[in-house]
C-alpha cells in the first residue's frame, strides 16, 4: 500500500514541533519511558550512527523510525528501532514508507541486512514486517537492566 500523502524526511533540525510531536507518539509506543526532551532529540539528530525519519502529512508529524547504523568488526550493522505511527494515521501506509526509507538508507549506507524487534502482541506491525521481506528469526533475545 503506498502512503497517502506521506512524507518521509529525516529531522535534521530540533524544534518544537518535533519536541511535541515526540511528546504525543512515544506513550502510544511506551508506556515505560517519557517523551525525549529537546536535548535528547538534539543527541539523536547529531549523532552519526543514528537516522530519525519523520512522517508528514497534511503538515503534522504522523509518525516516526530511528535506524541505528554502527560498524562492527563483521560489517555495517542496521536496525530499526522505535517505530510509531499515530493512531489516527494508521492504516495509510505511513508505517511502511518509514519502513521502506529506512532500508534504502541502509542499502545506500552498505549495510546488507536491516534487523528489527517487535513485540507479538503488535500484530498489525508484525504482518506489515512479513510483508516487507523481513524475516522471523530464532533467536535468543537477552536485556540486562541497569540501574
Avoid: C, H
Wanted: glycine residues 6%; without cysteine.
Amino acid at each position: 500500500m503506498a502512503a497517502e500523502n506521506v512524507e518521509i524526511s529525516e529531522a535534521t533540525l530540533v524544534d518544537d514541533r518535533l519536541v511535541a510531536a515526540f511528546a504525543e507518539l512515544i506513550p502510544q509506543l511506551s508506556n515505560s519511558n517519557p517523551p525525549p526532551d529537546a536535548a535528547a532529540l538534539e543527541a539523536i539528530v547529531a549523532s552519526d550512527t543514528s537516522v530519525l525519519f519523520v512522517a508528514v502529512s497534511g503538515g503534522e508529524i504522523v509518525g516516526s523510525l530511528t535506524l541505528v547504523l554502527a560498524g562492527i568488526p563483521t560489517g555495517l550493522r542496521a536496525w530499526i528501532e522505535d517505530v510509531v505511527v499515530d493512531e489516527e494515521a494508521r492504516g495509510r501506509g505511513v508505517g511502511e514508507a518509514l519502513n521502506e526509507e529506512a532500508i534504502r538508507r541502509a542499502r545506500a549506507r552498505g549495510a546488507r541486512t536491516v534487523d528489527l524487534t517487535s513485540r507479538p502482541s503488535r500484530e498489525t506491525a508484525n504482518r506489515l514486517y512479513e510483508r516487507l521481506g523481513f524475516e522471523k528469526r530464532e533467536t535468543n533475545v537477552y536485556r540486562y537492566t541497569i540501574d
